[in-house]
């Protein structure tokens, strides 16, 4: 069965500070898509990433960066020098079976509170 | 270019009563995607339209249903209340193509609050 999860429910540092956010998944297909979605206390899901099972590649963007491996079925996310703007909640995702679907498999969440 | 637009943002209804929620897509995306966001079981799918036919369904009973029109604007139903609907109803819209597939854009949502 397809499964994320995100083990931390909490996190909360003091801005400047790097924070990772930890994201474990479960699929038995070969061909799938994990991504990062930031919900800010507005309510509205941003997307932040998409990876594909192909590419094991980390990638950055800005202070944001991601590290994927397949041999721990892993998809964390790493922010550097967080900011306050950075406070959110934050839901790793994969996709359904086959891939290129819009039908998404949320974990539960991690609520990052960056302090000043 | 404007954002999903989701209305109305906050409504309440009473048990067995049934609601409508509307959702605009971004111009130009064809597919709009419905999830239920609720503290206790989090965000869950619940359907996919993409040209007016529904591509994708979640494990939701018969009471929740969707259209999709010829604009590409969506509209969800749930009929029957009960207290467990009380949620947040997400809409997103999508590019169509394989290589945009999951990327979402989401409106604010619609809360709804069961009585």
């Known amino acids: 069965a397809q499964k994320v999860t995100q083990a931390q429910t909490e996190i909360s540092v003091v801005e400047k500070e790097d924070v990772t956010l930890d994201c474990v998944y479960e699929t038995r297909d070969t061909t799938y898509y994990l991504f990062w979605y930031k919900q800010p206390p507005s309510g509205e899901l941003v997307f932040l990433i998409r990876r594909n099972s192909f590419d094991e590649q980390n990638e950055i963007s800005g202070r944001y960066s991601w590290n994927f491996q397949k041999s721990t079925s892993s998809f964390n996310f790493t922010i550097t020098a967080s900011q306050v703007v950075d406070s959110a909640v934050y839901f790793c995702?994969?996709?359904?079976?086959?891939?290129?679907?819009?039908?998404?498999?949320f974990g539960t969440g991690t609520l990052l509170a960056v302090q000043p | 270019k404007a954002g999903v637009t989701q209305t109305p943002r906050y409504l309440i209804k009473t048990r067995g009563q049934q609601v409508t929620l509307s959702c605009s897509p971004i111009?130009?995306?064809?597919?709009v995607s419905w999830y239920q966001q609720t503290p206790g079981q989090g965000l869950q799918f619940l359907f996919e339209y993409f040209s007016e036919t529904q591509r994708n369904k979640g494990n939701f009973p018969g009471r929740f249903s969707g259209r999709q029109f010829s604009n590409s604007r969506s509209e969800m139903n749930v009929s029957t209340l009960e207290l467990g609907d009380s949620a947040l109803y997400l809409c997103?819209?999508?590019?169509?193509?394989?290589?945009?597939?999951?990327?979402?854009?989401f409106g604010e949502g619609s809360r709804l609050t069961v009585l």
């Open positions: 111009s130009g995306h064809r597919s």
């Open positions: 997103a819209s999508s590019e169509s193509g394989q290589g945009k597939a999951g990327e979402l854009f």
């Open positions: 995702a994969l996709s359904d079976p086959g891939g290129a679907t819009n039908k998404l498999i």
